[in-house]
């Protein structure tokens, strides 16, 4: 490499070898980095990311953009999760006791908080269902009003404790996040954080953890480089309530059988288990929304986002049956 002025060209200021470079190791999986490229084709010009996890081993085995150069969304991105922060939210109150899979919950058009309104996202009402219904069919002025029974740490407590934060650092990707879930400081704070909106921030592949986690039992920090080994990664299994997770796992199986998400029924490679998420962001009235699903299927946990996107159910989670269908078929 070599400095040189217009002036003298032929005498350089600054002059350096060249150097080989080290080869990179990383978890990526060829064949499920190419599915997560070619389902992400489907969102046309719209900004995306799909980030896969093995659920064996909490290593990353894929992390595609759309477009494929430019923002890392999927490693670096901040977004609000929207409702697929409600496995989380539904983690804190199932191991609180605060409800169980059978109990009768609430589900108006709307609902007030200390002066704010919440409300669904289509406006609709479920009257009374149970809470196996409820998460199904992602009603938030239920998770609102559920938020109450809540201490102003249990959200940021169960975040933690399901792999969302603390691992940003090791993962191997320069600027890498993983996600903020700040102790509430009031009720209407609390009652935004449980649907996923408010001071909640998180990335495609936080999210992508959280869903391998719920499937695994256990808390895995990702890792997505290996050689060099990242130093200071504690990759050791965290157990998570065996059984509360057995609960979440067949709420999520209700989102896709019976809830937001049936368009994943009959998926190729079997049986698929996730939440939809709508997340508001900016200022405009109505608010924009960006399109969520996170979930998982076998031993293959992923989480898909799609920007601006009008709902998970509708734009997030077609993209995922085009990944998984990929997959089946290779």
Not at 214 to 225: E, K, Q, Y
Request: negative net charge; glycine residues 10%.
């Amino acid at each position: 490499v070599q400095v040189t002025s217009s002036a003298s060209p032929d005498t350089p200021l600054f002059a350096k070898d060249a150097v080989a470079g080290k080869d990179v190791s990383t978890t990526l999986s060829p064949r499920l980095q190419d599915a997560a490229e070619s389902a992400l084709k489907g969102t046309g010009t719209v900004p995306s990311a799909l980030v896969a996890v093995d659920v064996k081993t909490g290593d990353v085995l894929a992390s595609a953009n759309s477009p494929a150069l430019g923002f890392d969304r999927a490693m670096t991105g901040h977004y609000p999760p929207g409702s697929a922060f409600k496995i989380a939210t539904t983690y804190a109150l199932l191991t609180s006791g605060k409800v169980t899979p059978t109990t009768p919950v609430s589900c108006p058009k709307n609902v007030v908080v200390d002066g704010r309104a919440y409300k669904n996202f289509e406006g609709e009402s479920l009257g009374t269902p149970d809470f196996t219904t409820d998460f199904a069919h992602s009603c938030n002025t239920a998770f609102v009003q559920l938020s109450t029974k809540l201490a102003d740490d249990d959200l940021a407590k169960a975040a933690d404790a399901l792999g969302l934060t603390g691992w940003a650092e090791t993962v191997g990707v320069a600027n890498a996040f993983d996600a903020s879930v700040p102790v509430n400081n009031g009720k209407t704070d609390k009652a935004s954080a449980a649907i996923g909106q408010g001071r909640n921030v998180t990335s495609p592949l936080a999210l992508a953890v959280l869903a391998a986690n719920v499937a695994r039992g256990s808390a895995i920090a990702p890792a997505l480089v290996t050689d060099p080994a990242v130093a200071g990664a504690d990759r050791a299994p965290k157990p998570l309530d065996a059984k509360v997770i057995d609960q979440l796992r067949t709420l999520m199986g209700e989102v896709v059988s019976e809830g937001t998400a049936t368009v994943l029924r009959g998926t190729p490679g079997g049986t698929v288990r996730g939440k939809t998420g709508t997340a508001e962001f900016g200022a405009k009235n109505p608010p924009e929304t960006h399109a969520w699903f996170v979930g998982y299927q076998g031993d293959v946990a992923f989480a898909v986002l799609v920007e601006n996107g009008t709902s998970g159910g509708s734009v997030a989670a077609p993209i995922a049956k085009d990944f998984l269908t990929t997959l089946a078929r290779d």
